[in-house]
């Protein structure tokens, strides 16, 4: 996905090299196995097709209303996809942040990962947008798989805690500490 004018104008590049390479080779068709050159050709056609998808992919974004967020793992496209529908670069983006651009940079290409919740509310707000969110709760046969789970544990015996040590075992540190709690004045 292109995320910056950088990688579009990389990928307008690459789209006219590999167009370059596929009409030269055409001269060279007599040259080769037909096998292999119908190969070469298909391979080099669906890599050209492949980069202007993502430059189309890219305009919309610049184009977009809305953005449609199925998840919270979605969070992170949504925001690079809403600074490219602002028109913003990371850069813009970087300077309403009071930050390096370089820091937008890798928040976009980690996704954002790492990044804290007050960071990306910072984000979303100088973004300036708008944002809804629907909370679905777990579905009523996982919470009561749950709940059966727990009953089960309830039924488990305590672990036993002995506070007192045979004489062959050290002490815990559980009953050291209870052990020098006991010995403070003032407890009985």
């Known amino acids: 996905m292109i995320t910056n004018r950088r990688q579009l104008n990389v990928t307008r590049s690459q789209i006219r090299r590999l167009e370059a390479v596929l009409k030269a080779s055409r001269s060279a068709a007599d ?17 050209i097709e492949d980069l202007q998808k993502e430059l189309a992919d890219f305009a919309e974004m610049e184009k977009a209303q809305a953005i449609d967020v199925g998840s ?47 960071r990306i509310l910072d984000v979303i707000r100088a973004l300036g947008l708008g944002l809804s969110a629907r909370v679905d709760l777990r579905p009523k046969a996982t919470r009561e798989h749950r709940g059966a789970r727990a009953r089960s544990a309830d039924r488990r015996p305590p672990r036993r805690r002995d506070t007192e040590t045979t004489r062959d075992a050290a002490p815990t540190s559980g009953a050291k500490t209870r052990e020098r709690r006991d010995q403070e004045p003032g407890r009985a």
């Open 31 to 47: 040259r080769m196995d037909r096998r292999v050159f119908e190969a070469m050709v298909a391979g080099i056609q669906s890599q």
């Open 72 to 118: 919270a793992e979605d969070l992170p496209m949504a925001l690079i996809q809403a600074r490219i529908a602002r028109g913003l670069t990371q850069g813009d983006l970087a300077a309403k942040l009071s930050v390096p651009a370089q820091q937008v940079q890798r928040y976009e290409s980690t996704r954002y990962q790492g990044v804290g919740f007050r």
